[in-house]
């Protein structure tokens, strides 16, 4: 065992292994000594070197997703797939329900056949109680609690030991879009010498949780390992930032001025409000012996900073 506790030599199956988390995911397993299968749309250009297998499929497709898991075997699955884009999800609803509920299901469904597979699913903090009147704030919302939902019914019924994790904001280097990334890219693109408009803020005062996503990824080893199958998990560094605050400790990083401003006015005397927190199932519990985070934000903001003039000059 390793100090997640996860066995060495065992496979560990990814999905949605070219994004941003799956990328860090394939890395990390690797490093502890894994049998990596990574499960992507096409084969990358460049993959990653040494214990990593990639393998070409779509989640949509039920037989194929049943073919590659039998061909793989996994002990363990970690699955990062699916959509989630909130600006998206109104144009393709049916697209979002059907990648993120459907592909989920039919993942589940091919993994019967290995009733000691451990299996973790990625949630999200923007799903809404399924429960009266049932109201979702936008699609992404509705296909993500039906994801967390369908997952632990599934699991209950045929006697799987499915868990799901519900991480904060995941920041960090990496083909991320998140508000971090936005404006380390825009900030990469000014120290370049384009011009830009000024970046703009939603608000000043909202306030959000961010997790470096290798933190969140040394969680999932942590879950996988040891966490309790039926388990909703929320993971997060336990410090909430607002969005001013934390533009302006990534400002600080740049060798130029970026001017910022706010899509809306805040009231002065209003308390800085949090971000609204998932309300579907009780929240989980992280095993705290097993996991914390260790990346303060400083250096999570730089290493965003450091990848985005990196890939700037790639392409200079």
């Known amino acids: 065992m390793d100090e997640q506790g996860v066995k060495l030599r065992q496979t560990i199956l990814i999905t949605g292994a070219s994004g941003f988390t799956g990328q860090h995911a394939c ?3 690797s490093s502890i000594g894994m049998n990596v299968a990574a499960l992507v749309h096409s084969k990358p250009e460049n993959p990653q070197p040494g214990g990593i297998s990639y393998y070409v499929c779509d989640l949509l497709d039920r037989a194929g997703v049943e073919d590659t898991v039998r061909s793989i075997k996994p002990d363990y699955v970690l699955h990062l797939g699916g959509k989630n884009s909130v600006p998206e999800s109104w144009e393709t609803p049916l697209l979002y329900v059907e990648s993120n509920v459907m592909t989920t299901l039919y993942l589940l469904n091919a993994l019967r056949q290995f009733p000691f597979c451990r299996i ?3 949630g999200s903090r923007l799903n809404s109680p399924l ?3 049932y109201r979702q704030n936008h699609p992404y919302s509705l296909s993500k609690s039906l994801q967390s939902a369908g997952a632990l019914s599934w699991a209950s ?4 030991s499915v868990m799901v994790a519900e991480p904060s904001n995941l920041i960090g280097p990496g083909p991320s879009t998140g508000f971090c990334s936005l404006l380390g890219r825009h900030i990469a693109c000014l120290e370049a010498g384009e011009e830009r408009a000024a970046f703009t803020l939603s608000s000043r005062t909202e306030r959000r949780d961010f997790l470096d996503v290798r933190d969140a990824v040394r969680a999932y080893a942590a879950l996988l390992a040891k966490g309790q ?3 909703i998990y929320r ?3 336990g410090e909430e930032r607002t969005l001013y605050d934390t533009a302006s400790s990534m400002i600080k990083l740049a060798s130029c001025l970026v001017p910022l401003v706010c899509s809306r006015q805040d009231d002065p005397d209003e308390e800085p409000s949090l971000q609204a927190p998932a309300l579907y199932a009780a929240p989980g519990r992280l095993l705290a012996q097993d996991w914390r985070p260790e990346i303060p934000l400083e ?5 965003i900073m450091h990848y985005f003039r990196t890939k700037r000059g790639e392409t200079a």
């Open 120 to 122: 973790l699913v990625a």
């Open 27 to 29: 890395t990390f397993f």
């Open 131 to 133: 429960l009266p009147p």
């Open 235 to 237: 993971i997060d560094s």
């Open 157 to 160: 019924l045929f006697g799987q």
């Open 229 to 231: 199958a039926g388990t």
């Open 299 to 303: 250096q999570s903001l730089a290493d």
